[in-house]
């Protein structure tokens, strides 16, 4: 799973050994929040796909997920993330959020269809 929030991006997959919710990220800011609210150790893994990671449980993570979604008091979400990680942080979600555009329905932005 992949979430984005006005905090960073993360990458959500479970450990097939212990069936644990490993949560990844790109940069370690975007570990920051969830590592102080679960004291969990952020781990460096510089030859990873991703290289940093935690460890969580399934009801962390979920908490985790509900208190994000709990404190969504933004009317711009790629404004609210400036706001909070900066420009280098915003400009590349922008451009993940411009490529999406690829996978709009056909009929998407045809107005007869309203």
């Known amino acids: 799973m992949w979430i ?3 905090s960073g991006f ?6 097939p050994e212990d069936r644990t919710i490993i949560v990844r990220s790109r940069d370690r ?3 920051d929040s969830i590592s102080s609210q679960f004291s969990s150790l952020v781990i460096a893994t510089p030859l990873a796909d991703y290289p940093y990671r935690l460890k969580l449980n399934s009801e ?8 994000q979604a709990s404190c969504i008091n933004y009317r711009n979400f790629k404004s609210e ?7 280098k942080f915003s400009k590349t979600l922008s451009k993940v959020w411009s490529v999406m555009h690829d996978v709009e ?9 309203i």
Request: avoid cysteine.
């Open 60 to 67: 962390q993570l979920s908490k985790w997920l509900a208190d």
């Open 105 to 113: 329905d056909d009929r998407t932005r045809r107005r007869d269809e």
């Open 10 to 15: 993360i990458s959500a997959v479970q450990d």
């Open 4 to 6: 984005f929030t006005t």
């Open 81 to 87: 993330v400036y706001a909070v990680r900066g420009s």
């Open 29 to 31: 800011a975007s570990l």
